[in-house]
Structure formats: structure tokens, C-alpha cells
């Protein structure tokens, strides 16, 4: 059975930082590419951050890009989102997404994962 679980959100204020981190079981960590996914009140789900399957190739939203960082760690099954800088705008529920991929690239559109978290809530007061 295939689980993502997510962990390290909360509240925190305007300019705060938070790490989110999400485990694989169920599945070759190794083989999967990982994303960061959020949807905000009355608003889309977006893309956040991806990484590839050996954490060699990264992508992050313009919104995010110099705030937040992606990494993985394969020996531990394990995808992060570091998160600085952060602003009321971030204030979403995260979601952190697994896919199979024989290729080393990092993917935005959230329709190709074929795994999903719960989801955490991430608040920032201002």
C-alpha cells in the first residue's frame, strides 16, 4: 500500500520560516519523482516545487522562487520543502505528490502524479 505523509506545518508569522517534509512507503523511493502541490481558499491547487528521482533537477514556481527549496533524501524516503521568507499568501493547505518516472526530470502538472498526501496546513499571520 502506497502512503505519502506529511509533516512540519502550523502557524507562523510574516517572515517565518517552516520545513515540510513528506515519507514514501509503499514504493522505490528512488523511482519517483516528488512534488509540492498547495491550494489556498477559493483557489486552484498550484505547483510549489518538484525534484527529480535522484534530486538532480529542481523546479520552483516563480511565486516561491528564492524563498523556497525542494530536496530529497533517496536513503531515507524522503521529499522537504524548505520554506523562508514566508508571506500571508502562503497560508494553503500543502500537498506533497509521487510519480514513477524513468527519466531524470522534476514535473508541474499536478495531473501526472499518481500519488497524493493528506495534505497540511501551512498559516501564516501577518
Known amino acids: 500500500q502506497v502512503q505519502l505523509v506529511e509533516s512540519g506545518g502550523g502557524l507562523v508569522q510574516t517572515g517565518g520560516s517552516l520545513r515540510l517534509a513528506c515519507a514514501l512507503s509503499g514504493r522505490a523511493f528512488s523511482n519517483h519523482a516528488m512534488g509540492w502541490f498547495r491550494r489556498a481558499p477559493g483557489k486552484e491547487r498550484e505547483f510549489v516545487a518538484g525534484v527529480s528521482r535522484s534530486g538532480g533537477s529542481t523546479g520552483h514556481a516563480d511565486s516561491v522562487k528564492g524563498r523556497f527549496t525542494i530536496t530529497r533524501d533517496n536513503a531515507n524516503n524522503t521529499v522537504f520543502l524548505q520554506m523562508n521568507s514566508l508571506k500571508p499568501e502562503d497560508t494553503a493547505v500543502y500537498y506533497c505528490?509521487?510519480?514513477?518516472?524513468?527519466?531524470?526530470?522534476?514535473?508541474?502538472?499536478?495531473?501526472?502524479?499518481?500519488?497524493w498526501g493528506q495534505g497540511i496546513q501551512v498559516t501564516v499571520s501577518s
Open positions: 505528490g509521487a510519480l514513477f518516472s524513468r527519466v531524470e526530470m522534476y514535473y508541474s502538472n499536478a495531473y501526472e502524479y499518481r500519488y
